[in-house]
Nanobody, 124 residues
Framework: QVQLVESGGSLVQAGGSLRLSCAVSEPAFSTYAAGWFRQAPGKEREFVAAIIGSGSSAYYEDAVKGRFTISRDNAKNTVYLQMNNLKPEDTAVYYC?????????????????WGQGTQVTVSS
């Protein structure tokens, strides 16, 4: 029922920045927590960041702390991932996910809806 569409992925040089967007087709988006996951070739999908419905609290995987910022604009039904100081290790397909309520934001199983992913490639 709820559709998520990621955009903003690109090929960038190490040290560069990108902002990913995730448009959610749910007017009551403020009731959903949202997260970003990523999957590199040959690796399992991993947690990147999450944000609660109000946007007042956010959570990050250690490798991206201080570099990535998750945010949301509930009036636009959109969640963002600002990625700064990108590293080649950040290369992956990035997925947006959403869940209604809940208290866990770190695992794939915690989310109800997923986008199709957007490719981020960081060259050295």
């Amino acid at each position: 029922q709820v559709q998520l569409v990621e955009s903003g992925g690109s090929l960038v040089q190490a040290g560069g920045s990108l902002r990913l967007s995730c448009a959610v087709s749910e007017p009551a988006f403020s009731t959903y927590a949202a997260g970003w996951f990523r999957q590199a070739p040959g690796k399992e999908r991993e947690f990147v960041a999450a944000i609660i419905g109000s946007g007042s609290s956010a959570y990050y995987e250690d490798a991206v702390k201080g570099r990535f910022t998750i945010s949301r604009d509930n009036a636009k039904n959109t969640v963002y991932l600002q990625m700064n100081n990108l590293k080649p290790e950040d290369t992956a397909v990035y997925y947006c996910a959403a869940r209604m309520g809940g208290r866990n934001y770190y695992t794939e199983a915690a989310y109800d809806y997923w986008g199709q992913g957007t490719q981020v490639t960081v060259s050295s």
